[in-house]
Each structure stands twice: as C-alpha cells, then as structure tokens.
C-alpha cells in the first residue's frame, strides 16, 4: 500500500506558474505509475497526466498538454506537476493517484488503486 501527500498548491494569476508535488509513502515507489487528476466544482474528476514507473513515458490530456509537464524522482519517492501558462480554468483540486504495483500507465480514473487528499489551485482572471 502507498500513502499519497499533494502539495504546491496555491492562488496564481492567469499566465502564471506553479509546481504541485506528491510525495509517496513506501519504498516501492518506483513499481507506480502515477497520475494527476483534477476537480472543479460541480464537475467530475478528469485526467491531468501520467508517468510510467521509469518515468520513461508520459502521457497529457489535450486541455493541458504543452502547459503542464509531469515528472517523477524516484529516489525522493516524489512525483511532480509543472504548471505554466495557468488559465482560469485550471481551477480545480488536484489530487495525484498511484496504479497498481508493476501496472503500465494508465490515464482511466477507476485504474488508480491510491489517492491523495488532494491540493487546491486557483487561477485568478
């Protein structure tokens, strides 16, 4: 099992920047492939991004690909969210989640067996 903490949360304006982390309880962090989702209100949790356990490939959903960029330190049991160029609605609580042990990358929401508590992101217009 693997305990997931989010942090790098915060209150940015439009255009700027910011670096969500997640850190991993464990020392099997290296046999997750790992994601990021997120929230706004009223809405469903959709996917953000996903690494490979290597860290080798990725993979982003269309809405973020070319501003976001994941990445994952296995040896700090850490995986991160690069975020630049926000826009508003990249509003949302933003939660990394942990597949199965040994599984591939996955970006299905129902495919992570761990979450975190999750971080908040507000981007102001």
């Known amino acids: 099992q693997v305990q997931l903490v989010e942090s790098g949360g915060g209150l940015v304006q439009a255009g700027g920047s910011l670096r969500l982390s997640c850190a991993a309880s464990?020392?099997?962090?290296?046999?997750?492939?790992m994601g990021w989702f997120r929230q706004a209100p009223g809405k469903e949790r959709e996917f953000v991004a996903a690494?490979?356990?290597?860290?080798?490939?990725?993979y982003y959903a269309d809405s973020v690909k070319g501003r976001f960029t994941i990445s994952r330190d296995n040896a700090k049991n850490t995986v991160y969210l690069q975020m630049n160029s926000l826009k508003p609605e990249d509003t949302a609580v933003y939660y990394c989640?942990?597949?199965?042990?040994?599984?591939?990358?996955?970006?299905?929401?129902?495919?992570?067996?761990?979450w975190g508590q999750g971080t908040q992101v507000t981007v102001s217009s």
């Open positions: 464990g020392r099997t962090f290296s046999s997750y492939a």
């Open positions: 989640a942990a597949h199965l042990p040994n599984g591939h990358i996955v970006t299905m929401l129902h495919e992570y067996a761990y």
């Open positions: 690494i490979s356990r290597s860290g080798g490939s990725t």
